[in-house]
């Protein structure tokens, strides 16, 4: 089935040390996005690519970056993680733009930081 | 500022009863859409049906359907006959511009056999 795969489920980082966090699709959508949801709280959307083009929200911290090197894997990098970045990371993926389109949920990485 | 209110943190219902899930929304757009997403416990999160303001037909999906009252910014989402396999967290979404979702904090839907 085609679907949205995120790897690990569930990652352990040490405070300060750099992360990666994984994504990849069969879908062949545009765009992916990822969303960091902390416990108890919603789904908070960090950024998007559409294709190429990275779209960062505004109050997403420095600290988190994404790469994209091709349509199918987006990655999430956390350069140096803080206890309150523990949470759910969701990555999403969409054919496009625009509210019509469904987006589609990986089943998250647990990120716990020691 | 958009924000989306789940004020229902957790509900139960009985197997083959009917349970309502309360949303609303706070926005000062006239065209967006709403979602319900529905995530079990350690999956992804799938949509389960989804309402554009536009349309004042309530959508439906099979044993879902919401009751959208624009006027009141309200979008519940109602369980009809619900099964085992109903369990799970309900998200309600609100998506604003052209791809930005706006989610609410979740309601933990418990069925009891």
């Known amino acids: 089935d085609a679907m949205v795969i995120q790897n690990p489920r569930y990652q352990v980082t040490q405070f300060g040390k750099p992360v990666t966090l994984s994504c990849s699709q069969t879908l062949n959508h545009n765009v992916m996005y990822w969303y960091q949801q902390k416990s108890s709280q919603a789904p908070k959307l960090l950024f998007h690519?559409?294709?190429?083009?990275?779209?960062n929200e505004a109050d997403t911290p420095d600290n988190f970056q994404s790469r994209r090197p091709n349509t199918s894997f987006c990655f999430l990098d956390i350069r140096s993680p803080g206890l309150g970045d523990a949470a759910m990371y969701l990555c999403?993926?969409?054919?496009?733009?625009?509210?019509?389109?469904?987006?589609?949920f990986g089943p998250g990485t647990r990120l716990t930081v020691t | 500022a958009q924000t989306v209110t789940q004020s229902q943190p957790e509900m139960s219902v009985q197997e083959a009863e009917t349970v309502t899930l309360s949303c609303t929304y706070d926005t000062s757009e006239s065209d967006y859409y709403l979602f319900w997403y529905k995530q079990p416990p350690s999956r992804q999160m799938i949509l389960v049906i989804r309402q554009e303001a536009y349309k004042q037909q309530n959508a439906t999906e099979n044993r879902f359907s919401v009751n959208f009252q624009k006027a009141a910014k309200s979008f519940s989402l109602k369980i009809s006959d619900s099964q085992l396999g109903d369990a799970a967290m309900y998200f309600c979404?609100?998506?604003?511009?052209?791809?930005?979702?706006?989610f609410g904090t979740g309601t933990r839907l418990k069925v009891l056999a």
């Open positions: 999403a993926t969409s054919s496009s733009l625009g509210l019509t389109n469904e987006q589609y």
């Open positions: 690519y559409y294709d190429k083009d990275f779209n």
């Open positions: 979404a609100y998506a604003v511009g052209t791809y930005k979702y706006i």
